[in-house]
């Protein structure tokens, strides 16, 4: 039997003004962020860097990584550096900020997610309701509104929704129809099942480990699969997206595609994935971030 396997396709973005990869190598990497730079871990870079090393010394802020997964700190580099400051993309905006995680309240990488979303959603000229599990700061949900749609936002972390509302301000978007929801995606989806909810895109971002509002414990490759029939059953007759993006979990953007494939079965669409990267200033070079997987309606 002869199989194709998927095209496993590279995705970056080169739309943004107030965000550059400046540099990588040695495990790390130097990011602009508006007008401040920090550098952060990046296993991934196992090369030199292309810059010199004042230029990294040079960073506003350095996060250094405890060893192994047990966290770390933010060293402060140069005076001024505020607790937090306002970014923006195509006309939304949002606060970034250095705190008790190497996260900082938005990943670049997903733009290209951001677009083709709004495309889809701008194309059809109907109601679209949006699902957004491990929202997070919110941009995904505020990208889906902005081109048009409704959105349920489910994060299990207070602090996190409160960090979207604020980008919801920010970005001159209170008006929309936004439900910010501060539950366990597992839990709140399978809710919705029972509700006979129903949705035309649903965004997944689900972390390698997290814990819901009530204790509840999230560990990717147990609970993934069941997520995945949990989204099915809130499925619109008429979807439009999925899109899973993964962080460092051991797996390859085959498992994702073929898990997405499986779910939306019986539907048509195209199903594609691959690696999300970030293209580097300084030498060229694209640094992968995040493995994708994403479904779309055809003949729209």
């Given at each position: 039997m002869d199989i194709i396997p998927p095209d496993l396709v590279v995705m970056r973005s080169q739309a943004w003004s107030d965000y550059e990869l400046l540099?990588?190598?040695n495990g790390r990497k130097l990011e602009r962020?508006?007008?401040y730079t920090i550098a952060r871990p990046a296993p991934q870079a196992v090369w030199q860097p292309a810059l010199e090393e004042n230029r990294w010394k040079e960073a506003h802020?350095?996060?250094?990584?405890?060893?192994?997964?047990?966290?770390?700190?933010?060293?402060?580099?140069?005076?001024?550096?505020?607790?937090e400051w306002e970014m923006g993309y195509k006309g939304l905006k949002f606060h970034v900020h250095?705190?008790?995680s190497r996260h900082i309240g938005v990943f670049p990488e997903q733009a290209v997610h951001?677009?083709?979303?709004?495309?889809?959603?701008?194309?059809?000229?109907?109601?679209?309701?949006?699902?957004?599990?491990?929202?997070?700061?919110?941009?995904a949900?505020?990208?889906?509104t902005q081109a048009g749609?409704?959105?349920?936002h489910v994060d299990a972390s207070r602090k996190s929704i409160g960090m979207a509302r604020e980008n919801q301000a920010l970005s001159g978007l209170e008006d929309r129809p936004i439900r910010w929801i501060v539950d366990d995606a597992l839990k709140f989806t399978l809710r919705e099942g029972r509700r006979r909810a129903a949705y035309e895109g649903i965004i997944l971002d689900p972390p390698k480990f997290g814990r819901g509002p009530k204790g509840e414990v999230w560990e990717f490759f147990d609970l993934f699969p069941r997520l995945l029939q949990a989204c099915r059953a809130v499925l619109s007759a008429q979807p439009l997206f999925v899109v899973i993006?993964?962080?460092?979990?051991?797996?390859?953007?085959?498992s994702l595609y073929y898990s997405l494939e499986e779910t939306m079965q019986g539907l048509g669409g195209e199903t594609s994935c691959g690696e999300l990267a970030l293209v580097e200033k300084s030498a060229g070079r694209l640094l992968s971030t995040a493995i994708f997987a994403r479904w779309e309606a055809t003949g729209i």
């Open positions: 540099d990588s190598g962020y508006g007008p802020a350095a996060y250094q990584a405890a060893p192994g997964e047990s966290g770390g700190r933010w060293v402060i580099n140069q005076p001024g550096l505020p607790g250095v705190g008790a951001w677009d083709w979303m709004q495309g889809l959603i701008q194309k059809v000229r109907r109601s679209i309701h949006v699902l957004n599990l491990f929202g997070y700061s919110g941009i949900s505020l990208a889906a749609a409704r959105v349920s993006t993964a962080y460092a979990i051991q797996a390859s953007a085959l």
